[in-house]
């Protein structure tokens, strides 16, 4: 069944109150959470045996001048692993936009179909990204009042801003405002080089708190909802 059928099904019924809940969030992030574990843990291991073949080559060649350093010898090894966690890390980054992203659209497709709406969220102008129009979509046409989710739905335009720079500007961050420069500053697992001007995830911390801001970010959106389209 497409997923297009799938929501209409769903707005036809109660079994959309199940689409909004979010248990359904957690069943698309569970994956990645045991995948971005697995994935750290995988790169300790690797970082430990590189470790262990230069503290071995040193041990058996250093003491010969005609010998290549170790850290000739492993040079590429080297980049590789460094250079790893940043290509892991920026893809899982934009999959749990995309998560994300599509998760808003399906709940906004749900959500007209209830109230028969004949607008969609491509209806809705923005310029300020896809995520964006859903919002506005929830508050324009459905009738939502989402502010008890400003706090949340602040911190996921930060990460949006993020995303964006990663996905089409090369991770280059040209002009840094304040309140993002803070947000880097304090968040775990990415970084900021004003030299180069670009970020960095460094860590799946970031990719976790991400996670967790948009499960509570849909959370408080999906009581309004509930407790809305329960009236209709």
Not at 79 to 98: D, G, T
Not at 99 to 104: D, G, K, M, R
Not at 189 to 206: L, M, P, Q, R
Request: one cysteine or more.
């Amino acid at each position: 069944m497409s997923n297009i059928s799938r929501l209409n099904r769903l707005g036809a019924s109660k079994l959309w109150l199940f689409e909004a809940n979010s248990i359904m969030l957690d069943f698309k992030f569970e994956p990645i959470l045991a995948y971005l574990i697995e994935s750290k843990n995988m790169i300790e291991s690797k970082e430990l045996e590189l470790k262990r073949k230069i503290e071995t080559w040193e041990a058996k060649y250093k003491p010969n001048p005609e010998t290549p350093d170790a850290y000739d010898y492993y040079e590429q090894d080297i980049i590789n692993h460094n250079k790893f966690p940043e290509l892991l890390n920026n893809s899982m980054f934009l999959v749990i936009y995309s998560i994300f992203e599509n998760h808003y659209q399906g709940l906004c497709k749900m959500a007209g179909n209830k109230i028969n709406s004949k607008l969609s969220v491509k209806d809705i102008s923005s310029h300020e990204g896809y995520i964006f129009q859903c919002k506005k979509y929830m508050e324009k046409v459905i009738g939502l009042e989402l502010s008890s989710a400003n706090n949340e739905w602040n911190e996921i335009s930060k990460y949006q801003l993020i995303r964006n720079k990663i996905a089409h500007n090369n991770s280059q961050l040209n002009e840094v405002k304040n309140d993002l420069k803070h947000f880097i500053k304090i968040k775990p697992g990415i970084e900021y080089f004003k030299e180069s001007s670009t970020i960095y995830i460094n860590d799946i911390a970031f990719l976790i708190s991400f996670i967790d801001v948009i499960k509570m970010y849909f959370d408080r959106l999906n009581t309004v909802l509930v407790n809305y389209l329960s009236k209709v």
